[in-house]
């Protein structure tokens, strides 16, 4: 692994690391001289009743989160380790075991259990030296063997940006077997930056932009806050100088103030809640330098222009869940909120297990100061994610392991699992890297229910194709719609936070999914399967239904053109009759609103002596009376044949002309005339002028044009109102 020398661009003193609970500005824990610790671990005693020393800070971290853990694993995983190492420098001069050291001091600091620990010192023994995977499963067990090989594995290929794609599936692939293995990798990355200094500067760029491209949305994914931020000032300060100089300026200047409003409004809050008599501890909670520039970019600020308040936010611990809204509530009681700030992620959780409340408050001078109220608990997990909760694996005592013998990880976050299931199913590598970095560019998860009362976790901005193959997995190719909060909806329809998702299914086994939906889809785990099915099923130039514009025009069997409004439709022998108040007079049904019995009607004479029968809502009648034409009295007689418009409203599906017109056949209806108009967000428009043998096959034949799938709704041409 190969770190490096000290990157002289890593943030001085200022950099104070990420405020805790032992105070509200907390000293950064002085640094490591690692050079002497690598030195202890040369010439230091070594026996097997005592602990080596160049360990110590190790065992002291780990005990902090761990006092009554067994420190033997990891006296006999140091003297492996230096042993294997001994006479191996780094580049910068210092013998290598100072890495292994470093990587596993940051991991005990984040309160990772003892095997992790373990597997850390060791994570490079395969790798680079004579140690083999047998060897330490016979020493360590076969937990820490399979870390350490987790671990090394992810090393064996180059990280090239030809290599990259099949790099990091490897490293998903084993991160989703044991979250341990990427903790151990990340703290691994985050020694190697800090000490990147002797690369040479377009190496330190490569791997600078590596961490910034994947693994720091991973660290974010995985919820390790702590090292998240201190890779994202790393990479900050090489990727951006100019900008990282400007903003460490600002930082040390605002360090050196006199004052300092964050600990005044530190001072009301705590004069507040001890009021209320609720136990908490307020800390002021500094912010490193990316979030610094990113409040400077967002609020537009000139050089020294940012407040005091933009430099923190105060952190407010309690014991229990219902104290946060207890301190929530005082807060906003006793002091004045900004509304708009106050996010509840106790109630809904980040995507990343991150719980906490935000809110915001506006001091006496103006400046509004972001607060946040979480439990130990919550604020344990928030810094150090999975590796906070410990060995995932590891089932109390009284319950069996399972009869299959695979692992099961119950605190696997739910976008590491759909990951898992998608990168699986990525037909090459390339394909695996591009969806990969989109899915990682999200950074915000919205939660939405099911009719069964089950939660679909999505990206923001996911549509209903995203949450079908979410629910479904393949077999939401024959989805063909949704209903979103009751309401018809296209599968294009972007979902929001809490929405209630009801997915319509198409019973044939031979559904296809749309072209289209590549289009709206978010999520890789629709992408894949959608370009998966597309690949293996390629339509034929010129196959009917694959043309939008082919679908929209008329049937090509059908030479008749639909009826222009007004135009009158006589009727066939046999059609049902309408009878005239006029003796003699010729009846015509009109084509503009095809009235069929039992429907209202009323009859204008028109030239030729005729009399055309129109219903009573029809937009025509409208227009003749109001020009002063007199209405003829009609009624209907005896008859069989009718004629009728109908319009069909569906989704978008292939073969859904050709299974609408043939449901329409088996009730026996004529089709005189058809029109499809062109797809609208994934819908489209029917309409049909059918004759049918008598009018009481009506509504038979609607209740089977809705059946058909795709089809949501069929009802009557309705008459257009005057000057629609």
């Known amino acids: ?150 671990v090394t594995k992810l090393e064996k290929v180059d990280y090239g940006a030809a290599a990259e794609p099949e790099t990091f599936r490897k490293m998903l692939v084993a991160t989703g077997n044991d979250v341990r293995v990427m903790s151990i990798k990340l703290a691994d990355r985050l020694h190697n930056m800090r000490t990147l200094g002797v690369m040479r500067p377009e190496k330190q760029e490569r791997i600078a932009k590596v961490t910034r491209d ?224 989109e899915d990682l560019a999200q950074d915000r998860e919205i939660t939405v229910f099911r009719p069964d009362g089950g939660t679909l976790g999505l990206p923001e901005g996911a549509t209903c194709v995203d949450a079908a193959y979410a629910q479904y997995g393949e077999d939401a190719h024959a989805c063909i719609g949704a209903r979103v909060n009751g309401r018809l909806a296209t599968l294009s329809t972007v979902l929001e936070d809490g929405d209630a998702v009801q997915l319509l299914m198409d019973q044939d086994a031979a559904s296809e999914p749309s072209r289209e939906w590549l289009e709206h889809a978010r999520t890789p785990a629709a992408r894949i399967a959608i370009q998966r099915w597309l690949t293996a099923h390629p339509a034929p130039t010129g196959a009917p239904g694959t043309d939008p514009e082919e679908a929209a025009r008329p049937l090509a069997d059908d030479p008749a053109p639909s009826p222009a409004p007004d135009a009158p439709v006589l009727g066939r022998p046999g059609a049902a009759q309408a009878l005239a108040d006029r003796a003699g007079a010729p009846v015509r049904l009109a084509g503009c609103c095809t009235p069929v019995p039992p429907d209202e009607v009323t009859g204008f004479a028109v030239r030729g002596g005729a009399v055309t029968v129109h219903r009573a809502g029809c937009a025509a009648v409208a227009r003749m009376k109001n020009a002063g034409r007199a209405e003829v009295g009609v009624r209907w007689g005896e008859g069989a044949e009718c004629r009728v418009t109908l319009v069909a409203e569906s989704f978008v599906r292939p073969h859904l002309l050709a299974d609408l017109t043939e449901a329409m056949a088996l009730e026996g209806a004529e089709i005189v005339s058809a029109t499809v108009e062109p797809p609208d967000r994934q819908q489209v428009r029917h309409t049909y002028t059918v004759q049918l043998p008598d009018a009481a096959h009506l509504p038979a034949l609607m209740r089977a044009m809705r059946n058909v799938a795709g089809v949501y709704d069929v009802s009557r041409a309705q008459p257009q109102t005057p000057g629609a």
């Open 1 to 150: 692994m190969n770190a490096e020398a000290v990157n002289p661009a890593t943030p001085g003193p200022v950099t104070s690391g990420h405020t805790t609970s032992t105070g509200s500005r907390r000293k950064a824990r002085p640094r490591l001289d690692l050079r002497r610790l690598g030195r202890a671990a040369l010439l230091g005693p070594a026996t097997r009743d005592r602990l080596p020393d160049a360990i110590g800070h190790v065992v002291d971290a780990h005990r902090a989160h761990h006092p009554d853990a067994d420190l033997e694993p990891l006296r006999r995983a140091y003297l492996l380790a230096e042993s294997s190492h001994r006479g191996q420098m780094r580049k910068s001069g210092e013998p290598y075991i100072t890495h292994p050291l470093a990587v596993t001091l940051i991991l005990a600091e984040l309160g990772a259990e003892t095997t992790t620990l373990t597997a850390s010192l060791l994570h490079d023994t395969v790798e680079d030296t004579d140690v083999t995977l047998d060897q330490v499963g016979e020493q360590f067990g076969e937990e820490v063997r399979y870390l350490v090989d987790g």
């Open 214 to 437: 994947v693994l720091i949305p991973l660290a974010e994914r995985l919820g390790v806050q702590a090292l998240k931020t201190e890779l994202e000032d790393l990479v900050f300060a090489i990727l951006r100088p100019g900008e990282y100089a400007h903003t460490r300026e600002l930082v040390v200047r605002n360090a050196a103030r006199a004052d300092d409003p964050l600990a005044d409004v530190a001072d009301d809050v705590r004069k507040v809640l001890r009021e209320a008599d609720i136990a908490a501890e307020v800390l002021i909670r500094p912010r490193h330098f990316v979030s610094v520039h990113r409040v400077s970019r967002r609020r537009g600020a000139l050089r020294g222009a940012l407040r005091g308040a933009d430099f923190g936010r105060l952190l407010v611990l309690v014991n229990e869940d219902a104290d946060c809204y207890g301190v929530l509530g005082e807060l906003h009681t006793c002091m004045t909120p900004v509304v708009s700030e106050f996010k509840d992620f106790i109630a809904v959780p980040k995507f990343n297990l991150y719980q906490s409340l935000h809110t915001a408050v506006a001091a006496a001078d103006g400046q509004v100061v972001e607060v946040l109220i979480r439990t130990h608990q919550m604020h344990k997990v928030a810094e150090a994610g999975v590796v906070a909760l410990g060995n995932p694996y590891a089932a109390p005592p009284e319950e069996q392991s399972a009869s299959d013998g695979e692992r099961v990880d119950p605190t696997r976050p739910g976008w590491l699992s759909r990951l898992l299931e998608w990168q699986r199913a990525a037909p090459d590598p390339d394909t695996f890297w591009s969806t990969l970095r």
